[in-house]
């Protein structure tokens, strides 16, 4: 796995939990307002951690941390993402995937194995998306995505980070309408958390 940071202390990334968090390196979008763009753009990328370090650390943490989060970039890039998540539980931890859903193939196979999920809505579906993404955007992946978080039996919420440049309030307000009133989101204004 491609590790660009770890935080061993967090009450914030985990609802309810005490974690840590590993971020991984590389993205397959270019959101102009992204917060980490340095484990987006393989330039701006850091000497990786080494996750046997995180492993040795995390075996030491038991019983005074709850969870792991895996967040990025895009975990899902990560050909060994199953087997480290795997290797994390085996420890008792609880484990929290933050994903933008663009690999639907992965995501199914890591569900079983995660207890939380945490999925950005980049934009309401259509041109809307690719232009916050930066990229082609399939929207059958997205939502096939959607559709597996929400029968997977987990704790989990839709989120939207945005940037008034790229989507309205109108647009959140579609977003909002698509997820339906009961879904749990969440909406962060891109600006105030820079």
Same mark, same amino acid.
């Given at each position: ?22 971020? #991984?390196?590389?993205?397959? %979008? ?39 989060? %895996? ?10 993402? *199953? ?9 008792? +931890? ?21 207890? +939380? ?7 309401? %579906? ?9 990229? #082609?955007?399939?929207? +059958? ?5 959607? *559709? ?17 440049? +790229? ?28």
């Amino acid at each position: 796995m491609k590790i660009g940071g770890f935080v061993k202390f967090s009450l914030i990334d985990y609802p309810g939990k005490v974690a840590a968090v590993i971020f #991984t390196q590389g993205c397959n %979008f270019r959101c102009p307002y992204c917060h980490n763009p340095q484990l987006v753009y393989p330039e701006l990328f850091t000497d990786p951690v080494s996750f046997e370090s995180i492993f040795d650390f995390l075996k030491e943490r038991r019983g005074l941390l709850d969870g792991v989060v %895996f967040c990025g970039g895009e975990p899902t890039l990560q050909e060994d993402l *199953l087997e480290i998540i795997c290797k994390v539980r085996s420890l008792g +931890y609880a484990v929290k995937l933050d994903t933008n859903g663009s690999n639907p193939d992965i995501l199914a196979k890591v569900l079983p194995y995660i207890d +939380y999920a945490a999925m950005d809505i980049k934009a309401p %579906f259509g041109d809307a998306y690719a232009r916050v993404c930066g990229v #082609t955007i399939n929207d +059958y992946e997205i939502r096939r995505s959607m *559709l597996l978080i929400r029968a997977a039996g987990l704790a989990y919420e839709f989120r939207t980070t945005f940037d008034l440049k +790229y989507i309205s309030i109108e647009g959140i307000g579609k977003i909002k309408k698509m997820l339906g009133r009961h879904e749990p989101y969440t909406i962060r204004d891109a600006v105030l958390n820079r």
